[in-house]
């Protein structure tokens, strides 16, 4: 079941916050964040595990809450460079098989 | 570090051919790499998860007599799509996954644009 990524598309101007949310039907095992510019390979942002276990970028935060099978990414005073397709990934069970399942993206605009 | 190649970045064949698509983690082994398909605008579909020395497992509604994928080494995995039509024309992304640890993050190729006319 793909998870579900809210908002669809988001426009900020530079400096600006935002919040991507991830949500899932399914119990979680952790959530991978992906940015993907146009015509270019998802780029890893962030890893988050049930348990608390966290690895990622120094300016990108995320929180995970395992009960409500969600997970947000937090945008802190944002970039030109911050604009694209954000990706969820999410796995399931209770081991880490590798196999993520991606929601369908929220696209970001970042405007001078 | 962690930097996977794939080759080649584009193709346009006619329908009815075979094309390869290489995936290659350059600095680190990868013991799982992943195939995903992208239509425009869409998401990452997974379309088959291989491990080296053993078989693909496929994702259920992919073909895997169309999609052919090998994972030979830990370096390199290859996916075939065999007597290609139109509607195969695509995105298609391999990522990879090293050694076995508790994050399992995968890291990208740049992807390979498939055009069938």
Avoid at chain 1, 8 to 22: F, K, S, T, Y
Avoid at chain 1, 48 to 76: C, D, M, P, R
Wanted: with cysteine; hydrophobic share 30%; net charge positive.
């Amino acid at each position: 079941q793909q998870p579900v990524q809210s908002p669809q598309a988001v426009i900020l101007r530079e400096g600006e916050d935002a919040v991507i949310n991830c949500s899932s039907s399914k119990a979680l095992y952790s959530v991978h964040w992906y940015r993907q510019k146009h015509g270019e390979a998802p780029v890893f942002l962030m890893i988050l595990l049930k348990g608390g276990e966290q690895k990622g970028h120094e300016k990108i935060s995320a929180s995970f809450n395992e009960k409500k099978q969600q997970s947000s990414l937090y945008l802190t005073a944002s970039q030109l460079s911050y604009s694209g397709t954000y990706f969820c990934g999410t796995e399931h069970g209770s081991s880490n098989t590798g196999k993520l399942i991606f929601g369908q993206g929220t696209t970001l605009q970042v405007k001078p | 570090g962690a930097v996977v190649s794939q080759h080649p970045s584009w193709v346009i064949c006619k329908s009815g051919t075979s094309v390869k698509i290489e995936c290659r983690s350059l600095d680190f082994q990868a013991t799982t790499m992943f195939w995903y398909r992208q239509f425009p605008k869409q998401s990452l579909m997974l379309m088959a998860t291989s491990n080296e020395g053993s078989k693909a497992t496929y994702e259920q509604g992919v073909e895997k007599d169309k999609f052919l994928i090998n994972h030979a080494s830990l370096t390199l995995s290859t996916l075939t799509v065999t007597s290609a039509h139109p509607e195969d024309s695509s995105f298609y992304i391999c990522s990879a996954a090293g050694t076995p640890s508790s994050y399992n993050e995968q890291f990208f190729g740049p992807g390979t644009r498939l055009t069938v006319l």
